[in-house]
């Protein structure tokens, strides 16, 4: 049973101005519960929600018996999490989101990441509450369902490889692709890519922003990677990540 606590409301938010509500964006705190609370709780950066571990240990020092997804922002008003964003074709994704921050210990030390698993209770959780979300704005549509890398590819990476999206998506929550679309295009793809004029296209298409150098590219092919090809996220374009870009567009963009 999904449990929201709402004992914690963070301060400074206003309403989002007419704005529907069209993206779910995921992060990771890189910080225990209680830091991740104390910092979600202050003006200036927040979250609609954060779902703690379990099993981390300023979470149970706080004498919770039961994992919850605390609410700290009311769904009505606009939270700053997304920061410099884009998503198919617009920017500023604060106005038209709900964030949900997962407490996981990821650290960046000078580019070299760490992506610890994530608790099974806590993916429980998070699914139970986007199941929630997505019954309540059914304007969300799949492609909407995302992760902080995706929508500021440039500067963030964050839920990280570790987050199981194609459980959400057998849970019903979020896009992923079909296995047989996908090798029928790696089929295509190994004898030759598609040019890059075209790849940036289908990038595009998805909902990525543009990329304005090669560095750009590559950053978003890895952030591509780490949502839908977690086991290998070096920001190499090879023939299975166009396959799978290309197979995605075909369910969700109609081409």
Same mark, same amino acid.
């Given at each position: 049973m999904l449990v929201i606590d709402t004992s914690f409301p963070a301060i400074g938010f206003n309403e989002r101005c007419g704005e529907p509500v069209q993206q779910v964006i995921l992060h990771y705190t890189a910080a225990p519960f209680a830091s991740s609370l104390r910092t979600l709780t202050q003006d200036g950066v927040s979250a609609h929600y954060l779902v703690p571990d379990p099993e981390e240990p300023s979470y149970?020092?706080?004498g919770y018996d039961e994992l919850r997804a605390f609410r700290l922002v009311e769904e009505s008003?606009?939270?700053?999490?997304a920061g410099v964003s884009h998503w198919d074709g617009r920017d500023n994704l604060n106005s038209r989101s709900i964030g949900i921050e997962l407490a996981n210990l990821a650290r960046d030390d000078a580019g070299v990441f760490t992506f610890p698993a994530y =608790? /099974?209770?806590q993916i429980e959780?998070?699914?139970a509450l986007l199941r929630d979300i997505v019954s309540r704005y059914p304007q969300i549509e799949p492609v909407g369902i995302l992760g902080h890398s995706d929508v500021a590819y440039g500067r963030k990476s964050d839920p990280g490889p570790r987050l199981p999206w194609w459980r959400l998506?057998?849970?019903?929550?979020?896009?992923?692709f079909d296995e047989t679309t996908r090798a029928m295009y790696q089929r295509r793809f190994c004898v030759g890519l598609p040019p890059e004029v075209e790849l940036e296209r289908a990038f595009q298409r998805y909902g990525y922003a543009p990329a304005k150098n090669r560095q750009g590219f590559e950053q978003r092919t890895r952030a591509f990677q780490m949502h839908f090809r977690p086991r290998d996220y070096c920001g190499f374009?090879? =023939? /299975?990540t166009c396959a799978i870009l290309y197979a995605l567009n075909e369910k969700y963009r109609g081409l």
């Amino acid at each position: 049973m999904l449990v929201i606590d709402t004992s914690f409301p963070a301060i400074g938010f206003n309403e989002r101005c007419g704005e529907p509500v069209q993206q779910v964006i995921l992060h990771y705190t890189a910080a225990p519960f209680a830091s991740s609370l104390r910092t979600l709780t202050q003006d200036g950066v927040s979250a609609h929600y954060l779902v703690p571990d379990p099993e981390e240990p300023s979470y149970r020092a706080a004498g919770y018996d039961e994992l919850r997804a605390f609410r700290l922002v009311e769904e009505s008003q606009r939270a700053w999490h997304a920061g410099v964003s884009h998503w198919d074709g617009r920017d500023n994704l604060n106005s038209r989101s709900i964030g949900i921050e997962l407490a996981n210990l990821a650290r960046d030390d000078a580019g070299v990441f760490t992506f610890p698993a994530y =608790a /099974e209770e806590q993916i429980e959780v998070l699914t139970a509450l986007l199941r929630d979300i997505v019954s309540r704005y059914p304007q969300i549509e799949p492609v909407g369902i995302l992760g902080h890398s995706d929508v500021a590819y440039g500067r963030k990476s964050d839920p990280g490889p570790r987050l199981p999206w194609w459980r959400l998506h057998e849970a019903g929550i979020g896009a992923w692709f079909d296995e047989t679309t996908r090798a029928m295009y790696q089929r295509r793809f190994c004898v030759g890519l598609p040019p890059e004029v075209e790849l940036e296209r289908a990038f595009q298409r998805y909902g990525y922003a543009p990329a304005k150098n090669r560095q750009g590219f590559e950053q978003r092919t890895r952030a591509f990677q780490m949502h839908f090809r977690p086991r290998d996220y070096c920001g190499f374009l090879d =023939a /299975e990540t166009c396959a799978i870009l290309y197979a995605l567009n075909e369910k969700y963009r109609g081409l």
